[in-house]
């Protein structure tokens, strides 16, 4: 049995119908050359043929008595692997629309919670000679970068190696489980080093928070926005259960030449990017807000050895400086916004970092839960995550894999989320939005480049393919 760390516990408890909580991804793959017409079907006969399973993928949620308190992740008895691994077919011709629709309306649905909380598509006739796998997996389970090392484990660096190792088939648990318990003088120190280390904890948050509430007396010399005080856009209506996903795939050594014209991160210039984007949306239907929108931007604390599921992020509001017209402010804003909430948590231990974020989610959590979101200014206007992927080829059985486009959750009176994968020599945007209030997020994706084009021309950089 497996507690749910609070965090984890909060998406349990703030999921509708309107907004589920799962999170996953659309991966395209290119058929080996040669590759018969049976390959994907073959593939799904591998995919559903596992006999020993690994934790989360056979695990459930057991809540206590009346649902007063945490869930746990038990084992599942009755745990049938065709349930959650499916195959369909495109119809012809298999386009990219026909694709994003169907991921569109495969990810509206909730995960039932009678059972292990996942699904995985393999989907078979996409044109151009290629496939895809569409995954979802609940966020209080799953955050983005355990997901990129869970798909990271099941591929391959050579396009020869066939031993393909399905994720709900690792065998790292049955190591946990062989594992001696400690004697009681090691539980005693355990127990000193684990208070020990809870007061440094005390002490590194009452410093954060310290200068989080310093930072809120300030007036105009900072660039930190606070919670709860964004604008309410065109973005922030309220979500229905619709959804509708665009993607968009930039060339990585574009983003790196413009960080270093511009003196600015690649994270820097993708958030620049799809502020660029926002704000001749917003300009465009003429609702602008005089007011910057701003971005919830994940930080993720986990460890670089980490196999631990669940949730081990951090988060800061970025300043997304929409309300100005030049790009160079624009990006300035945003370079400030982030290095200043930045700062705040590179004093913390990893920790002490989740706490914080832990602390600062609460009242957020409360008003999605409470449904106040209607009676108060957005907490923040969107999320934009960048996930760190692969940097080299990968494949599977062969196949290669060509493309990973996010799709992530969204929150009451948000109506869309931005993540962005970096795989190989690519950065690979996932656009999800609520279709009843942005139905255009296909134009949102194709102002994407517009607002890349603007930024090469005035720091004069060349675009590269």
């Known amino acids: ?19 589920p909580m799962h999170v996953g991804g659309l991966h395209i793959y290119q058929l080996p050359e040669g590759g018969e017409s049976s390959f994907v079907l073959e593939l799904f006969k591998r995919f559903v043929s596992g006999q020993d399973f690994a934790p989360p993928f056979h695990q459930k949620l057991r809540y206590p008595l009346f649902k007063l308190g945490i869930p746990a992740l038990v084992e599942d008895q009755d745990f049938d692997l065709n349930y959650h691994v499916r195959y369909c077919q495109l119809p012809q011709p298999g386009s990219m629309d026909q694709l994003l629709a169907l991921v569109s309306n495969l990810h509206e649905s909730l995960l039932d919670q009678a059972y292990p909380l996942w699904e995985c598509h393999l989907v078979d006739g996409l044109e151009g000679h290629r496939f895809a796998i569409y995954f979802k997996m609940h966020h209080c389970i799953l955050d983005g970068v355990s997901g990129m090392r869970i ?46 280390r809870q007061v440094k904890v005390a002490y590194e948050l009452t410093g954060a928070l ?31 259960p619709n959804r509708c996903f665009a993607v968009k795939t930039f060339s990585l050594e574009s983003f790196k030449l413009l960080g270093k014209a511009a003196q600015a991160t690649v994270n820097d210039i993708v958030i620049g990017v799809c502020a660029g984007a926002l704000h001749r949306y917003l300009k465009q239907i003429n609702k602008l807000p005089d007011k910057p929108l701003v971005a919830l931007v994940p930080v993720s604390i986990r460890p670089k050895d980490s196999d631990a599921h669940g949730n081990q992020v951090s988060a800061i509001l970025c300043n997304l400086g929409t309300h100005v017209d030049n790009p160079v402010q624009r990006l300035q804003i945003i370079k400030d916004s982030s290095t200043e909430g930045k700062a705040i948590q590179n004093n913390l231990s990893s920790q002490a970092a989740q706490n914080y974020a832990m602390i600062g989610s609460v009242p957020i959590l409360l ?22 992927g692969p940097r080299s080829p990968m494949y599977m059985n062969g196949a290669r894999l060509i493309n990973i486009y996010p799709i992530s959750a969204l929150y009451k009176q948000q109506n869309l989320n931005i993540t962005v994968t970096s795989y190989q020599d690519s950065l690979d945007f996932g656009l999800i939005a609520c279709r009843d209030f942005l139905r255009e997020v296909n134009q949102l994706a194709g102002y994407l480049e517009d607002a890349l084009d603007e930024l090469n021309a005035v720091f004069g950089v060349t675009k590269t393919i």
């Not at 990271?152 to 396009?159: G, R």
């Not at 930072?215 to 229905?240: R, W, Y």
């Not at 999605?368 to 200014?377: I, V």
């Open 1 to 19: 049995m497996t507690q749910l760390s609070l965090i984890d516990a909060g998406f349990l408890q703030i999921e509708t119908p309107e907004t």
């Open 151 to 196: 798909l990271e484990k099941c591929l391959s660096e050579s396009p020869t190696i066939y031993k393909l190792t399905l994720p709900w088939e690792f065998s790292e648990h049955k190591k946990k489980k062989n594992r001696s318990k400690p004697n009681l003088p090691t539980r005693f120190y355990r127990m000193i080093g684990f208070a020990t």
């Open 210 to 240: 310290w200068h989080t509430g310093l930072q809120s007396l300030k007036s105009g010399d900072t660039t930190l926005p606070l919670p709860f005080l964004c604008p309410k856009t065109a973005i922030n209506q309220e979500v229905t």
């Open 367 to 388: 008003v999605q839960l409470l449904s106040l979101s209607t009676y108060l200014s957005p907490a923040f206007n969107l999320v934009i995550s960048n996930i760190p």
